[in-house]
């Protein structure tokens, strides 16, 4: 791959990540009912362990979960290299902050999504193909 092309990569990369980031977390927040239209129809999510895959059973865990409060502290990305993705562009967007689920004390969390560029008749979207989600605390 060409300095140049990479260069190009990396600043879709960054533009895609900061809209993104911006997007799903208020989604998740103010409009779950319509957070798996960010998601492909084949998607998996692994929750603090548990493996979640298809629309279905994504809207049956998000429909499940206590409203939440989340605050994004830091978020980084890179493209991921289109000789392992089949020449899908695709890139890796780790964030990292806190969340507070009603009823619950804040915890701090990770989470890593990697999003596929899908072009529909009017634009490119960009979908997350898979979703990994992790609690951070430390045991006291």
Same mark, same amino acid.
């Given at each position: /791959?060409?300095? =140049?092309?990479?260069?190009?990569?990396?600043?879709?990369? +960054?533009?895609?990540?900061? !809209?993104?980031?911006?997007?799903?977390?208020?989604?998740?927040?103010?409009?779950?009912?319509?957070?798996?239209?960010?998601?492909?129809?084949?998607?998996?999510?692994?929750?603090?362990?548990?493996?979640?895959?298809?629309?279905?059973?994504?809207?049956?865990?998000?429909? /499940?979960?206590? =409203?939440?409060?989340?605050?994004?502290?830091?978020?980084? +990305?890179?493209?991921?290299? !289109?000789?392992?993705?089949?020449?899908?562009?695709?890139?890796?967007?780790?964030?990292?902050?806190?969340?507070?689920?009603?009823?619950?004390?804040?915890?701090?969390?990770?989470?890593?999504?990697?999003?596929?560029?899908?072009?529909?008749?009017?634009?490119?979207?960009?979908?997350?193909? =898979?979703?990994?989600?992790?609690?951070?605390?430390?045991?006291?």
């Amino acid at each position: /791959m060409a300095s =140049s092309d990479f260069r190009t990569d990396v600043d879709l990369a +960054c533009r895609a990540a900061e !809209e993104f980031v911006n997007l799903y977390y208020e989604t998740i927040d103010k409009r779950r009912r319509q957070l798996t239209k960010l998601y492909m129809d084949t998607a998996t999510m692994v929750w603090n362990g548990n493996a979640i895959s298809g629309q279905a059973a994504l809207i049956e865990f998000f429909e /499940m979960l206590p =409203s939440s409060e989340y605050q994004v502290s830091m978020f980084d +990305c890179q493209p991921v290299c !289109e000789q392992a993705t089949q020449g899908q562009k695709t890139v890796l967007v780790v964030a990292h902050g806190s969340v507070k689920f009603e009823g619950n004390k804040p915890h701090y969390f990770n989470q890593n999504f990697l999003l596929s560029l899908h072009a529909t008749a009017t634009s490119n979207v960009w979908k997350i193909a =898979s979703d990994c989600f992790r609690f951070q605390d430390w045991a006291s």
